[in-house]
Nanobody
């Protein structure tokens, strides 16, 4: 079965950096696009970035130039490098896979940015 396990969240000061990782299993990772979403308290879950199987990427306007999504097909892992973090980046970050019209989510990892 599909499993997505996020790691790398934590508490960081504004201007700092974090690197999130999502270890995937249960499917042929290299064939599928992957995405990172986030959800702040009282807000809807929003797309942060996605990466296709080809390696092409897409970013939310709010994170362009600060975040970088990447993938390592040999390790079945997708990453989110987050630089120049702002307090408004505080949220639970989720890894996402859409496969056969089904949405799969990890358990999420908390990112807290203090001002």
């Amino acid at each position: 079965q599909v499993q997505l396990v996020e790691s790398g969240g934590g508490l960081v000061q504004a201007g700092g950096s974090l690197r999130l990782a999502c270890a995937a299993s249960g499917f042929i990772f290299s064939l599928y696009g992957m995405a990172w979403y986030r959800q702040a308290p009282g807000k809807q879950r929003e797309l942060v970035a996605d990466i296709r199987s080809s390696g092409s990427t897409n970013y939310a306007d709010s994170v362009k130039g600060r975040f970088t999504i990447s993938r390592d097909n040999a390790k079945n892992t997708v990453y989110l490098q987050m630089n120049s973090l702002k307090p408004e980046d505080t949220a639970v970050y989720y890894c996402n896979l859409v496969r056969n019209r089904n949405n799969y989510w990890g358990q999420g990892t908390q990112v807290t940015v203090s001002s």
